[in-house]
């Protein structure tokens, strides 16, 4: 239960877990808690969308369902650090390791909660095609609300790690100088550097205000760029490891070849459904 408890402090307190990651305060713990409890929520909904077809595919997809999103979670993450630290980023890979589960969780409790939705669909109504298109839409919405999620997660520890990692010590002298009354003819400043030192340091710190800016830009767009390759990795995963729901009438597969790719198998069904096909 414990591991669970740690998923419910993410739900209700986001800005104390947020803060704790930024201080890589217990990390290790949190990505197993998390790692676990997405895992058993993403299981149960894959077992749900399995019975569609036979207890051998309700295993199956009870497996495979989690599988998907830790092995879209390993293709993915590499990118994210190396370019991001790249850039200027101080957090470990233990850090990115666990705002990665943090949307792979959020999208595993929301699934969670549209399962008695869908097992209601599956009772109630028996059509495969519409079945399939109502579990597109769901995985559509919790990947879109996850994704969005881990986004502003990583602004919100972006935030933390510039706070503190500012050293008052670093901090330039002059930073709160304040011109002084001219003594014996000569000008001088309070921290009682000369004019023309103080201006280089002064355009020194500029330039390296402007780069700090320049690399949180780029920062941004980085992590906006992942977000849409992991979907699209996670996309196209999905269709790799499929069956998840298994056709009527054919036998139980483990996997299927590779032909085609999701989104023309999902224009598919939807003309199929619709009595276009």
């Not at 935030?159 to 001219?182: H, L, M």
Request: glycine residues 6%; aromatic residues 16%.
């Amino acid at each position: 239960m414990k591991h669970f408890a740690i998923l419910i402090s993410l739900l209700r307190d986001r800005k104390q877990f947020f803060d704790e990651i930024g201080r890589n305060y217990k990390t290790e713990k949190k990505i197993g808690s998390l790692l676990i409890s997405s895992s058993v929520f993403l299981a149960i909904y894959g077992a749900i969308i399995g019975a569609s077809s036979s207890w051998l595919q309700m295993l199956a997809s009870a497996i495979k369902l989690p599988a998907l999103y830790l092995i879209t979670l390993t293709i993915c993450l590499p990118t994210l650090y190396f370019f991001d630290i790249l850039f200027g980023s101080a957090l470990t890979f233990g850090q990115y390791a666990v705002l990665v589960l943090i949307s792979i969780s959020v999208i595993s409790v929301l699934l969670f909660s549209f399962a008695p939705i869908t097992l209601f669909f599956l009772i109630s109504v028996h059509d495969y095609n519409f079945f399939l298109l109502l579990n597109v839409v769901i995985f559509a919405f919790t990947g879109f609300m996850g994704v969005k999620f881990l986004y502003r997660a990583m602004q919100m520890i972006d935030q933390i790690d510039r706070v503190e990692g500012i050293d008052p010590i670093e901090q330039p002298a002059f930073s709160n100088v304040k011109a002084a009354p001219e003594l014996d003819g000569e000008p001088y400043r309070k921290d009682f550097l000369p004019i023309d030192e103080l201006t280089v340091a002064e355009k020194q710190l500029a330039l390296s205000s402007n780069n700090q800016a320049s690399n949180q830009v780029t920062r941004k767009r980085l992590l906006q760029f992942w977000l849409v390759l992991y979907a699209l990795v996670g996309s196209q995963l999905g269709w790799t490891l499929r069956p998840f729901f298994g056709a009527p009438g054919e036998p139980f597969q483990l996997f299927r070849n590779i032909e085609g790719n999701f989104y023309s198998q999902v224009f598919r069904s939807l003309f199929t459904l619709l009595g276009w096909n």
